[in-house]
T-cell receptor, first 113, second 112 residues
Framework: NAGVTQTPKFQVLKTGQSMTLQCAQDMNHEYMSWYRQDPGMGLRLIHYSVGAGITDQGEVPNGYNVSRSTTEDFPLRLLSAAPSQTSVYFC????????????FGPGTRLLVL | SQQGEEDPQALSIQEGENATMNCSYKTSINNLQWYRQNSGRGLVHLILIRSNEREKHSGRLRVTLDTSKKSSSLLITASRAADTASYFCATDARTSYDKVIFGPGTSLSVIP
């Protein structure tokens, strides 16, 4: 199993540009989530999904959209990038709900100029 | 506000010493997890302790949970240079949401 994969590893955007951060898992996990990590802030939950077709907002959802059309994929979309979205983004998945171990991807470093 | 907060923010010890990190949280939980993050990497799960458990061991790791004080501690015994990393506690808020909330982390440096 590849586990949780994220692409790209690094991206530079200009303010106002859009992009999609890809996340995929091959463990047949129902629960997937996106976090952003900023210095001194730990990980903050952006959006999460408890299964295909079901998504919900986390702590900091503004400026981000998600969809879950398949169990395997959970892309994160930035419609109009802002410098405040410069961060490291992590995708995670787990078998079930919040009582399960989460498996993290390697992260995507995003710089918005 | 964050559900979990680790203490201290940074810890520096000599190899062979024990390292203790604490986590405090605000609302009732179902479980609490500890994760490790090496520099530039994703998080790796270390241990999960449920709300009805008081102590759990895994190798050199010992985790305690005190639900009355809403706090947990992670003890790493006989530390090694390879233990140098950031450590995060994560809690589920016992609400209608299936959210896992992370604290800001403790940065541990183990000096050889």
């Amino acid at each position: 199993n590849a586990g949780v994969t994220q692409t790209p590893k690094f991206q530079v955007l200009k303010t106002g540009q859009s992009m999609t951060l890809q996340c995929a898992q091959d463990m047949n996990h129902e629960y997937m989530s996106w976090y952003r990590q900023d210095p001194g802030m730990g990980l903050r939950l952006i959006h999460y999904s408890v299964g295909a077709g079901i998504t919900d907002q986390g702590e900091v959802p503004n400026g981000y959209n998600v969809s879950r059309s398949t169990t395997e994929d959970f892309p994160l979309r930035l419609l109009s990038a802002a410098p405040s979205q410069t961060s490291v983004y992590f995708c995670a998945s787990s078998m079930g709900t919040n009582e399960e171990t989460q498996y993290f991807g390697p992260g995507t470093r995003l710089l918005v100029l | 506000s964050q559900q979990g907060e680790e203490d201290p923010q940074a810890l520096s010890i000599q190899e062979g010493e024990n390292a203790t990190m604490n986590c405090s949280y605000k609302t009732s939980i179902n479980n609490l997890q500890w994760y490790r993050q090496n520099s530039g990497r994703g998080l790796v799960h270390l241990i999960l302790i449920r709300s009805n458990e008081r102590e759990k061991h895994s190798g050199r790791l010992r985790v305690t949970l005190d639900t009355s004080k809403k706090s947990s501690s992670l003890l790493i015994t006989a530390s090694r240079a390879a233990d140098t990393a950031s450590y995060f506690c994560a809690t589920d808020a016992r609400t209608s949401y299936d959210k896992v909330i992370f604290g800001p982390g403790t940065s541990l440096s183990v000096i050889p």
